[in-house]
């Protein structure tokens, strides 16, 4: 059964469908980014919890209830509290790259497995903890569970998706992503409630959950086709399967290309080091140039942090969990939208929307805090409002640009040679940069106060510029000829093509 959703031959593009079966395998895989999104939310929230301060973090409790000296923007500069948000980020780089290798040998599936199982042992942990190491050993393995989903699911997606239709596929794991937070945000707001002190520990193991669903769903998820071509020399299985996606028999075309793919990739023995050589400087740039700008977007800030930002300017704990409830819903509708419009605005347009966007509301946001919020007391209820309006526009600014594009284009981009060194790179550079600023957004809030906003603003002006300049456009192009796209850029010509000429000659 297929989605009435053609995918024509010609342009460079390959016959098929949108079948039902890509639907559900990539909904399922999807669930990677659930996991994600809702540890996102789940620890910006208890961390706002009082009870829970009050258990793992007595000396932060103490100076947002007793210490009346202490500035606003530094009662909740902790370097422990930092370490329970970022300690996932540590592990998840380490395990990007053990990602990698899985991957590649045996397939985008067990990876996908590996990283629910261990997302789902961490949340119980978690939920269980009694001490702050046993709830730092949790996050460990909650860490060793996104660096595996988060280094498989977005080449799973890439690899499922019909040329025409991978932006709106790929962007699913952003908007993943941004379900998992808005779920974990309503969950800390009912928890938080909860008589007793103990809601936290429901909010934690809640996290079960979806990993659950995406451990179990792993074992019936099939393997991509250019993933069996890859790790087994029967083509007509890896044939069968491709006609069963695309919901056609004519994929000729499309297979030709994942065996010559696969053919080449086959030869290449140690992707890390083929990956630095000149003609790929495009797609190396590109996996750390693209995570890195994501990260320093700011939206860490919101994300980890959006409650006790809200506590900070004097919004109650209630509030600012209902607040946070609030930016998720935003978040999510914004990166759904993106689903619907990245394949015909295509990835370079909604950059630029929303690199603009959210360098005014972060202007705004942070003339706002340095005019009205001082050292002490609070700014008034309608500045704390309009804040929270400007949030919500710079979350939707990221939603439909930075959020889900800072996935779908490294995943699309790179030959299969070198596509799982490639995307361990992207996630691994995501982690080390989401590290660094989780670890220390609460002293920087702290000592530039304000400035914080124009900080991140700088880095929006910075990679708006790169994008505009560097990125190719990307939209429609099958994904084993997205090496063209290189060829035919204005600044990476010079250097692919300079290549391709050194390789010719050396062959005549």
């Not at 997205?482 to 990476?492: D, I, L, R, S």
């Amino acid at each position: 059964m297929a989605v009435a959703l053609a995918v024509t031959g010609g342009g460079g593009q390959y016959n098929g469908r949108m079948t039902w079966f890509v639907v559900l395998s990539c909904m399922m895989a999807a669930m990677g980014g659930v996991i994600f999104g809702y540890d996102i939310g789940i620890s910006g929230g208890v961390t706002s919890m009082e009870p829970f301060l009050k258990k793992f973090f007595p000396e932060v409790y103490r100076k947002m209830k007793v210490d009346t000296k202490i500035s606003n923007y530094c009662k909740f500069d902790s370097q422990l509290l930092t370490s329970f948000t970022s300690s996932l980020y540590i592990a998840g780089l380490v395990a990007t790259f053990f990602a990698s290798s899985v991957t590649k040998v045996f397939g985008r599936k067990p990876s996908i497995l590996t990283g629910g199982a261990a997302f789902l042992a961490g949340s119980a942990l978690g939920g269980a903890a009694f001490n702050v190491y046993m709830l730092i050993f949790g996050r460990i393995l909650l860490g060793i569970g996104v660096g595996f989903a988060n280094q498989s699911v977005p080449l799973y997606l890439s690899e499922m998706a019909p040329p025409r239709y991978r932006g709106a596929i790929n962007n699913g794991f952003q908007f993943s992503i941004g379900i998992g937070a808005l779920v974990a945000n309503l969950i800390n707001f009912g928890t938080e409630k909860i008589e007793g002190g103990w809601g936290w520990r429901i909010s934690l193991a809640m996290a079960g959950v979806p990993a659950s669903i995406l451990t179990l769903g792993a074992l019936f998820l099939p393997e991509t086709p250019s993933s069996l071509i890859q790790s087994s020399s029967d083509h007509d299985k890896a044939k069968q399967l491709l006609q069963r996606v695309r919901g056609t028999t004519d994929v000729e075309a499309e297979l030709e290309d994942l065996i010559k793919a696969s053919s080449i990739s086959k030869t290449i023995k140690h992707p890390f080091k083929k990956i630095i050589q000149r003609k790929y400087r495009p797609q190396l740039v590109m996996a750390i140039a693209i995570p890195f700008f994501q990260q320093v977007t700011g939206i860490n800030v919101i994300a980890f942090y959006a409650t006790l930002l809200f506590r900070t300017i004097g919004i109650g704990e209630s509030a600012s969990l209902l607040s946070s409830v609030v930016t998720g819903v935003i978040g999510a509708g914004s990166t759904f939208i993106s689903m619907l419009i990245v394949d015909k605005f295509g990835r370079r347009a909604l950059f630029m929307v929303g690199g603009i966007q959210m360098l005014i509301s972060q202007i705004l946001i942070g003339g706002i805090m340095a005019t009205q919020l001082g050292d002490h007391g609070t700014v008034s209820q309608g500045y704390a409002y309009l804040i929270i309006i400007l949030i919500c526009i710079y979350v939707a600014g990221f939603g439909w640009s930075w959020g889900p594009l800072g996935w779908l284009v490294p995943s699309e981009i790179y030959q299969l040679e070198i596509r799982s060194a490639g995307q361990s790179i992207t996630v691994a550079v995501s982690f080390i940069f989401t590290f660094i600023v989780a670890q220390t957004f609460l002293s920087m809030l702290c000592h530039l106060k304000a400035g914080i906003f124009f900080f991140f603003g700088g880095w929006v002006i910075v990679m708006t510029a790169f994008v505009y300049y560097l990125l190719p456009e990307t939209k429609n192009v099958p994904i084993e000829q997205m090496e063209n796209v290189w060829k035919e850029h204005w600044f990476w010509a010079g250097i692919v093509g300079e290549e391709d000429e050194k390789i010719k000659i050396q062959g005549v």
